[in-house]
């Protein structure tokens, strides 16, 4: 720990980095139970471009999260899914869906 930057901070921050943003969290729910198809993760995620899509993929295959599995059908399936490293993520997803469910129950009550 140093005078700048309390415990945790360059961890958080590496997450963040790693699968922060609007789409990444999506994309991985949505991995959990098993590869999916691009046009799959296209249609499960309402409002991501093709582009935006494209984009966060190959983030996430840079960072060794996700793997691109391409197919020699014709015409060509390219699958997406968790990494061996990558799965290591998955115990993290329900309770942040788990706290998202609560937060909105909060969130009515109030209303």
Not at 14 to 39: A, M
């Amino acid at each position: 720990m140093t005078a700048t930057q309390p415990e945790g901070t360059v961890f958080v921050q590496t997450t963040i980095k790693i699968i922060g943003g609007k789409w990444k969290l999506l994309i991985l729910w949505h991995l959990k139970d098993g590869g999916k198809r691009f046009s799959e993760l296209k249609r499960l995620i309402p409002g991501i471009t093709e582009k935006m899509l494209i984009q966060q993929l190959r983030e996430l295959e840079k960072d060794e999260i996700v793997n691109r599995n391409v197919q020699s059908d014709v015409p060509p399936k390219v699958e997406y899914s968790f990494t061996a490293y990558g799965k290591s993520l998955i115990p993290v997803l329900k309770p942040l869906c788990d706290w998202g469910q609560e937060h909105l129950k909060r969130i009515e009550r109030r209303s």
